[in-house]
Nanobody
């Protein structure tokens, strides 16, 4: 059974940076395409970024392009999200997701495995 555990969230001032981590256990990490989503209170879950199983391909939401960087270390079974130039509107619970496959997937319905989430709060 795939298990995903996020870490690295916290409180940061606008303009600051955070790095989130997502560790996968229970299966071979390199077989899974991965992504980050976020959900603010009272809002729908939004796509943030996706990465292919090899790490060679990435895709970002327009709202984070140029500020966030998704990466993965298949030897360490971990995916990362480096978030720079954070804005108050980036405040949300950030969730990592995984799905078997070699592509890049933007829809939450493509992902069958989810972590519990880590809170990111950006103060103005």
């Amino acid at each position: 059974q795939v298990q995903l555990v996020e870490s690295g969230g916290g409180l940061v001032q606008a303009g600051g940076s955070l790095r989130l981590s997502c560790a996968l256990s229970g299966r071979t990490f390199s077989n899974y395409a991965m992504a980050w989503f976020r959900q603010a209170p009272g809002k729908e879950r939004d796509f943030v970024a996706a990465i292919s199983w090899s790490g060679d391909s990435t895709y970002y939401a327009d709202s984070v392009k140029g500020r966030f960087t998704i990466s993965r270390d298949n030897a360490d079974n971990t995916m990362y999200l480096l978030m720079n130039s954070l804005k108050p509107e980036d405040t949300a619970v950030y969730l990592c997701a995984a799905t078997l496959g070699s592509g890049l997937y933007q829809s939450e319905y493509e992902y069958g495995y989810w972590g519990q989430g880590t809170q990111v709060t950006v103060s103005s």
